[in-house]
């Protein structure tokens, strides 16, 4: 094993969300998935973080419980959680039904805010990395290039950062050639992280 120590930062919203449209992602083992990542980078895996934006009570209670179960039991597992909430987009009464009915189709989930949940992935990245010096390298499960400056921050003071994404929804700033990036492939996905409890075909 490397002596490469590495921490994992699961973008959750943005790994759904894509995931989904290439597995059924409920049924993931994110554990399979970071170490499947690590082992191909020949990486020690440490610890692994999950970020999530959550739906209030109010606004939605089936949904934040269904969010809450599932993030206990990641923590069951030893996956750290954090979270923030999800806001509604503060839309006037006349506004609020033109945007339902004429433009859902192309706002999709900015339709809602995500509130400071990549402002605490990418500082706890810097944190961990460079001034608790946990990490050797951190490895962000996400696609979204918000995280560039971040990423380039710790590249330039001597620590490494690589993403990893399914190929839908991985943006081309990420893989632009300054940092290593992982595919992960439906057919990895599929045979090596799924729960043990799923059969694959």
């Known amino acids: 094993m490397s002596e490469k120590k590495a921490i994992v930062f699961i973008d959750g919203n943005n790994?759904?969300?894509?995931?989904?449209?290439?597995?059924?992602?409920?049924?993931?083992?994110?554990?399979?998935v970071?170490?499947?990542?690590?082992?191909?980078?020949?990486?020690?895996?440490k610890q692994i973080r999950y970020y999530a934006s959550i739906p209030s009570i109010s606004e939605n209670a089936l949904r934040h419980n269904q969010n809450m179960d599932f993030l206990k039991d990641l923590e069951k597992q030893g996956i750290k959680i954090?979270?923030?909430?999800?806001?509604?987009?503060?839309?006037?009464?006349?506004?609020?039904p033109l945007v339902?009915?004429?433009c859902l189709d192309c706002i999709g989930i900015i339709s809602i805010k995500e509130?400071?949940?990549?402002?605490?992935i990418a500082v706890d990245m810097i944190e961990?990395?460079?001034?608790?010096?946990?990490?050797?390298?951190?490895?962000?499960?996400?696609g979204d290039a918000?995280?560039?400056?971040?990423?380039q921050t710790i590249k330039g003071a001597g620590k490494e950062v690589l993403t990893a994404s399914v190929s839908l929804g991985y943006s081309n700033e990420l893989r632009n050639g300054e940092f290593r990036y992982f595919y992960l492939k439906r057919s990895d996905l599929?045979?090596?992280?799924?729960?043990?409890?799923?059969k694959n075909s």
């Not at 970071?34 to 895996?45: E, G, H, T, V």
């Not at 961990?128 to 996400?142: A, F, G, P, Q, T």
């Open 115 to 120: 509130k400071g949940i990549y402002v605490k």
């Open 34 to 45: 970071a170490k499947f990542i690590c082992d191909n980078f020949d990486l020690d895996l």
């Open 190 to 198: 599929e045979h090596k992280c799924m729960k043990d409890n799923i």
């Open 146 to 151: 918000d995280f560039f400056p971040a990423m």
């Open 100 to 102: 339902k009915q004429n």
């Open 128 to 142: 961990k990395c460079l001034i608790e010096n946990e990490c050797d390298i951190c490895i962000l499960v996400s």
């Open 15 to 32: 790994w759904y969300h894509n995931s989904k449209q290439v597995v059924d992602a409920k049924n993931l083992d994110l554990k399979k």
């Open 82 to 96: 954090f979270t923030r909430d999800i806001e509604q987009l503060d839309l006037c009464k006349t506004c609020k």
